[in-house]
Every structure is written in C-alpha cells, then in structure tokens.
C-alpha cells in the first residue's frame, strides 16, 4: 500500500506492507534512527514519538494507520542546530544516562507540553508514566521537564 507521511515537517511517500509497523517505517526506510525500540509490545515507551500532537508507542501503530499523519520524530525536535528545551534541560540536569530511553522520555514531554504549556508535578508524572528508565531515578527526569516548562512559560 502506498502511504504518505508528513515527519519532522517532511513529506515522504513510500509503498509499505500491511504489516510494517511505524517504528520500521522511521528507522528502517527514513533512517531516523533516533526512536528506540526496547519491549516491541508498547510498555517501554522507547519508541514514543508524536502523531498529530498525542504521544504514541510507534511499535504498536502501523505504518498504514498512519497514512496522512504528522509525525515528530526525536530528531524533529531541534531546530536549526539548536536543542529544544527539553533536550537541553535533560543535559543540565543529568536526566540522561545510557539514554536508550531518553528520546521517548523527550517525546511524551514534548507533547504534553505542546498541549499544556503549565503542567503540574502531577500532569508531567502523568504523561511519562508510560515510559520506562532502568538507569536513573525518574526525578532528575521530571525536573527537567518541568525547569523546561517554566522556562518556556516565561519566555526565556
């Protein structure tokens, strides 16, 4: 089946089979390799990326129910050689360890911040809950994204 996808503010156009999943389509045809795939089964949140606005588990949409999306793939996130906030954040405040799940992690925050530009402690533990770290602590993860959020609040 044909398909065409908007990612990261490009469009591609690409014949897919019925059953590739998202997560190929971007890693293995796009080559953006900057989504994870850890359980496969959507509850790592490894593969989290953005498809027009909602944090999605790409292991577990098809490239085909995607058709006509948007999509924000980690590496649409910086602009211009500059790092999104979130990403900057994630470095200042050591939230980053092996970071094999960090593009996830930066993913659900980026899109709980596209639709809530004020979350509370509680609304960003909320958005991440379906993202797991085996590394660090989640705090330093949280915080970020939360310095991140009242950074941006504040327009600085």
């Known amino acids: ?4 996808l908007y990612v990261n503010e490009c469009e591609y ?8 999943r998202l997560i190929d ?3 293995e045809d796009l080559g953006l390799t900057g989504t994870k795939e850890g359980c ?7 593969c989290t990326v953005i498809m027009n606005g909602k944090a999605v588990p790409s292991c577990m949409v098809l490239a085909g129910q995607a058709n006509g999306s948007d999509i924000i793939t980690v590496e649409g996130l910086s602009k211009h050689g500059e790092l999104d906030i979130l990403q900057k954040k994630f ?14 992690f930066l993913m659900s925050a980026k899109a709980l911040l596209m639709e809530n530009k004020k979350p509370t ?5 909320r958005a991440i809950e379906g993202n797991l770290c085996r590394c660090t602590g989640f705090e330093k993860i949280v915080q970020a994204i939360d310095a991140a959020a ?3 609040a504040c327009g600085n």
């Open 150 to 152: 009242k950074e941006e």
């Open 40 to 46: 496969s089964e959507g509850e790592c949140g490894a």
């Open 25 to 27: 389509f971007i890693r």
């Open 13 to 20: 156009t690409a014949d897919v089979t019925a059953e590739t």
């Open 91 to 104: 470095v200042e405040y050591g939230a980053v360890q092996c970071g094999f799940c960090s593009p996830g």
């Open 1 to 4: 089946m044909k398909i065409t």
């Open 121 to 125: 402690l509680s609304e960003i533990k």
